[in-house]
């Protein structure tokens, strides 16, 4: 299955990428590294995240990426995987989707 990536989804891996590459010093290449295992994953597994009750948009489920801290929001839409969100565990609720 595809994985594609939302405009607001893209802009926040980006953001987050940086910082990663600015302020990790010991583990530069987890966030990239991560974030193509989950995209991996999720492209043979689109149901292996945790389905998010409270959200708006039906479907929205997330995937926890322990390594890095962060969560994957995503659905499965049109034969294909789309990428809403990523969001640190730190953050308390999770995004609005």
Same mark, same amino acid.
């Given at each position: 299955?595809?994985?594609?990536?939302?405009?607001?989804?893209?802009?926040?891996?980006?953001?987050?990428?940086?910082?990663?590459?600015?302020?990790?010093?010991?583990?530069?290449?987890?966030?990239?590294?991560?974030?193509?295992?989950?995209?991996?994953?999720?492209?043979? /597994?689109?149901? *292996?995240?945790?389905?998010?009750?409270? !959200? $708006?948009?039906? %479907?929205?489920?997330?995937?926890?990426?322990?390594?890095?801290?962060?969560?994957?929001?995503?659905?499965?839409?049109?034969? /294909?995987?789309? *990428?809403?969100?990523?969001?640190?565990? !730190? $953050?308390?609720? %999770?995004?609005?989707?």
């Amino acid at each position: 299955m595809k994985v594609q990536v939302t405009r607001r989804a893209q802009a926040q891996l980006d953001r987050v990428a940086v910082w990663w590459d600015e302020n990790r010093e010991l583990a530069p290449e987890a966030f990239d590294e991560d974030i193509a295992e989950a995209f991996s994953l999720l492209s043979v /597994q689109p149901a *292996v995240g945790t389905p998010v009750i409270n !959200a $708006r948009t039906q %479907g929205v489920r997330r995937l926890h990426l322990a390594r890095i801290h962060y969560y994957l929001y995503y659905r499965v839409r049109g034969g /294909q995987v789309q *990428v809403l969100s990523i969001w640190h565990t !730190a $953050r308390g609720r %999770g995004p609005t989707l």
